[in-house]
């Protein structure tokens, strides 16, 4: 029996429409309107501007705020994110929210994840949104609290007006205030929608595809830099779906992860606060295991010879070993949250079990690095 997802379903017209009216006038319009009068300084300027606030928007508030609650915002912060995530045209709040909470839930399963990455690029780059797939219809009962957010239901339910304000209103008072209205409605208005649809759907598409997998193999999510950069840290996504609660999804210092900066010196302002963050040890332990299983994976397909058991040997110490230390940081987690919720434990005794606990993070990094040595002689 064929599933209905596979068959094909009715056109998705207003998505499609818009698809291809953006970028037909994206493709004609704009540079039309270079060659015959070219764009001053201040309609380049506020291109990167409104691309910024759009994309920014999605990142830190549809997605990182409303689908994935990492962090609390005050209303005047929320109300931001709603108004240019209306103006990024990608659905309301409610609805992006709804259907990126089904993709992490239903991930890579062909019929339930909205867009599946299984499915090919062009499905889940863009193909998801042409047609009325029953995978896209959202499930509302998983944005309960969403649904009694004032804010949330206002922007759901004048999603199309606020939308058409936000696109029309903003690149014409921008353009009047610069002397360039019509360039400036040309780049801050129609290049911008087309772009910021393809960076955030790159994330969908790419981000699934190419890169690399170093918290987890459970699911085609992967972590690329070059996507990273494109869509404001968002392409770290194989992180990301190991740990969907952490505001952040890059965690080493070199990354390229703005969302992440922006939502924490919110947080300094106090325009947010309660950011979630994974404890290192649990990110470390995730590395870990991935490597185990790559290493696992390796010496199957490899013959058997000495240099290779003797590998094999040290693997499965350090898996043990790394066992261990995950049974004691597990004992150690359960102790320091049960003496800290009654309230009993000493001030030396807290400072003994932070320091073990810190312990077992520098094990645990001591035995990446050798894991990372180990790996290099299966090559």
Not at 138 to 153: N, W
Not at 273 to 281: A, T
């Amino acid at each position: 029996m064929t599933s209905p997802d596979w068959q094909t379903p009715p056109r998705n017209w207003p998505a499609t429409l818009m698809f291809v009216v953006s970028t037909v006038a994206a493709l004609t319009l704009v540079p039309w309107y270079g060659f015959r009068h070219g764009y001053s300084h201040a309609a380049w300027l506020w291109f990167v501007v409104v691309l910024s606030l759009n994309e920014l928007a999605i990142t830190c508030g549809y997605h990182r705020l409303f689908a994935h609650v990492t962090y609390e915002a005050r209303p005047s912060l929320r109300l931001m994110y709603l108004l240019f995530g209306a103006m990024a045209l990608q659905n309301s709040a409610l609805l992006w929210s709804a259907g990126h909470r089904a993709h992490h839930q239903f991930i890579d399963d062909p019929e339930r994840d909205p867009y599946c990455a299984r499915r090919g690029f062009w499905f889940s780059h863009i193909g998801w949104m042409l047609r009325d797939y029953p995978s896209g219809h959202p499930d509302l009962h998983c944005v309960r609290e969403l649904q009694k957010d004032p804010l949330v239901m206002w922007q759901h339910r004048h999603y199309v007006l606020v939308a058409a304000a936000m696109n029309v209103g903003v690149p014409v008072s921008v353009g009047w205030l610069s002397g360039d209205v019509i360039g400036t409605f040309l780049l801050a208005g129609v290049l911008r929608l087309v772009v910021s649809h393809h960076l955030t759907f790159c994330i969908n598409s790419l981000a699934h595809m190419l890169g690399t997998q170093p918290y987890s193999t459970d699911n085609t999510a992967r972590d690329n830099a070059l996507v990273a950069l494109l869509t404001f840290g968002e392409g770290y996504h194989n992180y990301h779906h190991a740990f969907a609660r952490d505001y952040r999804n890059a965690v080493r210092w070199w990354q390229w992860d703005p969302s992440k900066w922006l939502i924490c010196t919110l947080g300094w302002c106090g325009l947010a606060k309660n950011l979630k963050r994974v404890p290192w040890f649990r990110i470390q332990r995730a590395l870990l295991d991935a490597q185990f299983r790559r290493a696992e994976r390796q010496l199957a397909r490899e013959p058997a010879r000495a240099q290779l058991e003797q590998l094999r040997k040290r693997i499965a110490e350090e898996y043990a070993a790394f066992h261990s230390a995950i049974s004691a940081w597990t004992q150690l987690r359960e102790q320091w949250i049960e003496e800290t919720r009654r309230a009993i434990i000493a001030h030396w005794e807290r400072s003994i079990l932070q320091s073990r606990l810190e312990e077992l993070e520098h094990a645990l990094r001591s035995q990446y690095r050798r894991m990372r040595l180990l790996q290099a002689q299966l090559h």
